[in-house]
């Protein structure tokens, strides 16, 4: 008995929804997309693919900003330098984690705690947590927005 595709589709939802809960899970482990893809079955090119057409960005972006978002909170604290922020999120390269906060963040790791520290620049506290998770969150691809055509205006 075949399925049919839109039960096909369905069954590859559930799928690439267990990888988003795996790296939701276990960000802070040392997790790469072929790990991933061994884990459903699939290649990691395949995984890739679908993951991005589900969720907008690839597994390994969406498991980065996991790793920034967590790492914003641990440098929100102030009690951690950011190599210790670094290795607690998963991260093994410490040049990388910068960059990828960076990007993500707009400043670099020691500066964002810098700020944080003094309380300026960045939510710190004076909205519940909820809130402040959601408004701070790590936005990949900020010149991704598609611009207006103004020949549309026309």
Do not use: W
């Not at 960059?99 to 710190?124: I, K, N």
């Amino acid at each position: 008995m075949s399925t049919g595709p839109e039960e096909q589709r369905r069954h590859d939802l559930v799928l690439l929804r267990r990888v988003r809960d795996r790296i939701d899970r276990e960000y802070a482990r040392p997790l790469d997309v072929p790990a991933l893809a061994r884990g459903i079955n699939v290649s990691a090119g395949h995984l890739s693919r679908q993951f991005k057409l589900a969720f907008g960005e690839s597994p390994y972006s969406y498991l980065m900003t996991r790793r920034i978002e967590r790492a914003k909170a641990l440098l929100r604290r102030g009690d951690l330098s950011v190599t210790d922020v670094c290795f607690a999120v998963g991260c093994s390269s410490l040049g990388t984690f910068s960059t990828r906060f960076t990007e993500l963040v707009g400043v670099p790791p020691s500066v964002y705690r810098d700020r944080a520290a003094r309380g300026t620049g960045e939510l710190t506290g004076e909205l519940p947590s909820c809130v402040a998770k959601a408004v701070t969150r790590p936005v990949r691809n900020r010149s991704g927005i598609e611009k207006p055509d103004p020949a549309a205006r026309r």
